[in-house]
């Protein structure tokens, strides 16, 4: 697939038998999955790279005005309690696993544990499970929420260890 995108300039117009978007889906026909599909484009033109921010002072905000300060404050002392005791505050990485193109949930809660103290880490779009654990390895992370819309998360644990 990538040969023939590179010797025909792939990302023609849309109705253009030579379309992108249409190779892809000629791909699928032919049983690629959308791994080995979006792979092979990888290979050629890289792996996209979100901008990944969090947000700080949204939740300490909503906690406050919700009147809700002495369950907030509750969760900040034992963040600080924690930090006393490890040298460091706790950290915490937010990976989206699989091919689900978005991170705005993953971002929202990354947001809530930085209010709360946390040193959170984002990961980026489209990880393998082997990339999930090289990260927690690599940053000694504390916690780490994974989301995925396929069954990544299945192999997570027969993975991690490998690290």
């Known amino acids: ?6 010797m025909i300039g792939g990302t023609c117009a849309g109705d253009h038998d030579d379309n992108l978007l249409n190779l892809a889906v000629e791909a699928a026909r032919v049983r ?3 791994g080995e599909i979006t792979s ?5 033109w890289g792996r996209h790279v979100a901008y990944s921010r969090v947000v700080q002072g949204a939740y300490s905000a909503t906690f406050n005005e919700a009147g809700a300060n002495d369950e907030y404050d ?3 002392k034992a963040v600080d309690l924690f930090a006393e005791n490890e040298g460091r505050r ?3 990485l937010v990976a989206k696993m699989g091919q689900d193109g978005h991170d705005r949930g993953a ?3 990354a947001s809530g544990f930085s209010d709360m103290g946390y040193d959170v880490d984002v990961g980026p779009l489209f990880s393998t ?7 927690v390895c690599k940053l000694h992370i504390n916690a780490y929420l994974h989301a995925c819309t396929t069954d990544m998360h299945m192999y997570w644990p027969k993975r991690c260890h490998h690290f």
């Open 32 to 34: 690629c999955t959308l």
């Open 40 to 44: 092979a484009l990888e290979t050629e």
């Open 90 to 92: 706790p950290r915490m």
């Open 1 to 6: 697939m990538i040969f023939y995108l590179v």
């Open 107 to 109: 971002k929202v809660i």
């Open 129 to 135: 499970p082997e990339e999930v654990a090289r990260q």
């Open 74 to 76: 509750a969760v900040l």
